[in-house]
């Protein structure tokens, strides 16, 4: 479920050294499955420990994570890095706004599931997404764009180059393109 590196947990062991014994550290997400999920780490007390909550042993601690948020930390990884500006701890928890969907789902979810968590975190530095209308009999990924991207003058190889290519690679002999159905208008809103 999570993954720890290993600079990560002797830093954990260095922070918990000066907690009262049997403190754990609690992995969790604030609203879950949502477009403002947020992960965080804290302390968590003997005290503070439900019942529900999952442990994870690790190196000198445990982890504890709450039920919600259990399936929302699948294939989290918990960093601690130094370089020359100085030292931080990372977090990345990419199925934390989407739960991530099983590789045998239909087609449109496993879809849906790499726009959400890989190809509209990209589009969002211009300020744009794409939402999946529907996958076609033949295989055809029916897209709009929004936000950034609507009038963009760069869709079409944004489109081409870039999420067909992404999503192609993604499902082999199950997708056999995408096709964007936005009717683009120009204007204020559009990434220039």
Do not use: W
């Amino acid at each position: 479920m999570i993954t720890i590196s290993d600079a990560a947990q002797a830093h954990f062991v260095t922070l918990l050294a000066d907690q009262p014994e049997g403190t754990h550290i609690r992995v969790f997400v604030i609203s879950p499955g949502t477009a403002t999920a947020e992960c965080g780490v804290s302390y968590c007390p003997p005290d503070a420990v439900e019942a529900d909550d999952m442990e994870f042993e690790f190196n000198g601690f445990n982890a504890m994570v709450d039920e919600k948020s259990a399936p929302f930390l699948e294939e989290a990884s918990i960093d601690f890095v130094t370089d020359q500006l100085g030292s931080q701890l990372t977090l990345k928890a990419p199925n934390a706004k989407m739960r991530k969907v099983a590789s045998d789902a239909p087609l449109s979810e496993r879809i849906d599931y790499v726009i959400q968590s890989e190809i509209n975190p990209q589009l969002a530095s211009h300020g744009g997404n794409i939402m999946l209308v529907e996958v076609t009999e033949e295989g055809t990924a029916i897209l709009q764009f929004g936000g950034g991207c609507n009038g963009c003058s760069m869709v079409d190889v944004t489109l081409k180059d870039g999420i067909e290519t992404q999503l192609l690679e993604k499902f082999p002999g199950e997708l056999t393109g995408v096709k964007d159905v936005t009717e683009h208008q120009h204007g204020d809103h559009s990434y220039q």
